[in-house]
């Protein structure tokens, strides 16, 4: 697995990484985890070294399966947690970000990642309560003290990166960013690139659709967070299809799939981006490895755009409520 550098940071990972959240959270029942475990153990052995869990997946068990996953890999490898949500009394998902909670949050992650220090703690969503420069103050003093190693921001605007940045060096950004969901070209990267910050896209494959296994017919779990997205309505899905039929012409020619296709797309737009595909099977473990091999010529990727411009994606990529938390 070649590696790359989260901008100008020094951070070194494998050039993709493995997504958690799924193992736990947001896709219908968890798993066994001792085959998650056994699964993130297997990703080790493959060559990927950036594994990304937050505190609010499950919440809190994603953390947990985490740390006993990679307890024998301390040192080989980079574990990216977040902080910043917590449930409320409704059982809603509410930002708090105030320094106290961050500290708070570090302590607590440590236990439940294994770890004296963290390798890379996002903001998880900007906290409009919050002054972006407390929050990365909080940040500092948790570096200055060894408790933390890397500054992250997640789904942050171009002015917050820039502010928090200005207090503490952000490392990375993690948004959103794929073939059907392309915001971040809309001023982000080239604010990254500016700044020497690395780019962390979550949902590479489009929360699974881009890997073409999913039609307008296929049914989800009732728990799977995929029923409240309008992207995922059939209608959606059935119009949406002509991005995958792209992915697959390609797939076909490169003797490849169209998820090694989409994730060999991202890879090839800017060498400090390292996509975190989740999964929780070995077979989709090994084709999203596999990506890193495929090589797309610079007339590939121009074929890719132009056909990708004339498709227009249909449904909003979260529900409205879920939109306005993030910040892009």
């Not at 977040?82 to 570090?106: M, R, T, W």
């Not at 220090?117 to 103050?137: G, N, S, T």
């Not at 411009?309 to 449904?315: L, R």
Request: proline content about 6%; aromatic content about 8%.
């Amino acid at each position: 697995m070649q590696k790359r550098k989260l901008g100008k940071s020094g951070l070194e990972v494998s050039a993709i990484g493995l997504g958690c959240m799924g193992m736990s959270y947001a896709y219908g029942p968890a798993p066994d985890k001792k085959e998650m475990i056994a699964l993130i153990r297997e990703a080790v052995g493959r060559g990927v070294t950036f594994f990304d869990t937050a505190q609010i997946y499950g919440p809190f068990t994603n953390e947990e399966l985490v740390g006993e996953a990679l307890a024998p890999f301390r040192g080989q490898v980079v574990i990216a947690t977040k902080f910043g949500l917590k449930i409320d009394p409704n059982g809603k998902q509410v930002a708090d970000s105030l320094p106290e909670h961050i500290k708070q949050s570090a302590e607590d992650s440590f236990k439940r990642l294994r770890v004296d220090a963290i390798d890379l703690f996002y903001q998880h969503r900007v906290d409009p309560k919050v002054p972006i420069e407390d929050v990365a103050a909080a940040v500092k003093d948790l570096i200055r003290e060894g408790k933390v190693k890397h500054f992250g921001l997640s789904e942050a605007g171009l002015q917050t990166i820039r502010r928090a940045h200005a207090v503490q060096p952000v490392t990375a950004v993690q948004s959103e960013y794929s073939l059907w969901w392309r915001r971040p070209e809309e001023g982000v990267l080239s604010t990254l690139e500016e700044l020497g910050i690395g780019f962390v896209p979550f949902s590479p494959l489009g929360k699974g659709f881009l890997t073409g296994k999913i039609d307008e017919k296929t049914t989800f779990d009732s728990s799977d967070f995929r029923n409240i997205v309008p992207r995922f309505t059939p209608e959606a899905r059935s119009a949406n299809l002509a991005l995958v039929d792209l992915l697959r012409k390609i797939a076909e020619r490169k003797k490849a799939t169209p998820a090694k296709i989409a994730l060999a797309w991202l890879l090839a737009q800017k060498p400090w981006i390292v996509p975190i595909p989740g999964t929780r099977k070995l077979e989709r473990l090994e084709e999203n490895i596999g990506a890193a091999a495929v090589e797309l010529t610079s007339e590939d990727l121009r074929e890719i755009d132009n056909a990708a411009s004339k498709i227009t994606i249909q449904g909003a990529r979260y529900p409205e409520e879920l939109e306005k938390r993030t910040g892009l």
